[in-house]
């Protein structure tokens, strides 16, 4: 009767043990999916930023060509005078340093939220080995009792 008690609570441990490991790749599957939609939001919300940022670095440029425009004007100056030809080339090229610097905090951005995809992908392919390593170290700390149990319900001959 003991042999049969222990039979079935071994039987138990391991049913539930699967369980444990499904249910844990589960969360791990629901946590990954969970941290790259934030990964998502964030690099929207990255990218939003960097097109305001676009925009109002173009208005800066268009005000301050108005601004020179306008100054030249008020002093006489005429719009091919070269001091202003050249002020307005050097507004021109701030605004392009702007735009260039623009694309590269970008470009780091998405490079950074493609390293953290990878990280989530990866942790949770951790997480699923883990489980599974964990699993199969209770399978082998338990072997004589699950061969009991498979010998007791006729699978396999005694090996114990």
Known sequence: MAVAT?????GIGLAIAGVGVAKTYQGQAQATKASKTQE?????????????KRREAIRKMLAARAMGVSNATNQG??????????????????????SMELNQNAQLGDNMFSANAM????????????????WGSGIIQNSTTIS?????????????
């Open 6 to 10: 222990s039979t079935i609570i071994a």
């Open 40 to 52: 998502r939001i964030r690099k929207q919300q990255m990218d939003l930023d960097i097109q305001r």
């Open 77 to 98: 100056a005429s719009l091919t005078d070269s001091a202003v030809v050249g002020g307005l080339n050097q507004t021109t090229q701030s605004a392009n340093t702007s």
């Open 119 to 134: 990280e989530a992908n990866g942790r949770g392919m951790a997480s699923f080995g883990n489980a599974v390593q964990s």
């Open 148 to 160: 009991r149990v498979g010998a007791n319900f006729n699978l396999w001959k005694n090996a114990y």
